[in-house]
């Protein structure tokens, strides 16, 4: 995969806070599934980019899901945006759980590259799969 400014990969998260959630236990779900994630908070919500996928990518292998990860990745596929829901109390326990709407919320993760199928392969164990880090946007 080429490394250039004009493919770099994006992760954006965006996570709705109920007046009867613990903010600190929603970043703390986030945080179980992408540990760098840098937060902003805002009225209602919690905004994040992180710079890595390493850990969804091991938790993918680890709970032995990466066959329906790859499934939910290629049907959330809209130009080159990959966009799913994740389950806040799963993620607050270390697990991955692909969310259905909720009347909680749920976390929504947004991954933007020019080549979004390499993404998913990457997240998805393929075989022979390699990909360029160094390509996720660092934070300024």
């Known amino acids: 995969m080429k490394a ?8 954006h ?6 007046p009867t959630e613990n903010v600190a236990k ?6 179980n599934v ?7 908070e805002s009225e209602g919500a ?6 890595s996928l390493d850990r969804l990518r091991e938790m993918f292998r680890t709970q032995r899901i990466r066959d329906t990860a790859r499934s939910v990745l290629r049907a959330s596929r809209n130009g ?22 909720s009347p909680m919320g749920h976390i929504e993760v947004t991954i933007a590259d020019e080549d979004p199928e390499s ?14 880090a160094s390509k996720i946007s660092k934070r300024d």
């Open 4 to 11: 250039n400014a004009s493919c770099v990969t994006r992760v």
């Open 119 to 132: 993404i998913i392969d990457f997240l998805t164990g393929k075989a022979g799969t390699k990909y360029d």
């Open 13 to 18: 998260i965006e996570v709705p806070v109920k």
């Open 80 to 101: 080159i945006e990959t966009r799913f829901s994740l389950n806040k109390q799963a993620a607050f326990v270390g697990r991955v759980n692909f969310a259905p709407p």
């Open 46 to 51: 919690l905004v994040a980019e992180a710079a």
């Open 26 to 31: 929603v970043k703390a779900a986030v945080l």
């Open 34 to 40: 992408f540990p760098d994630a840098a937060f902003v």
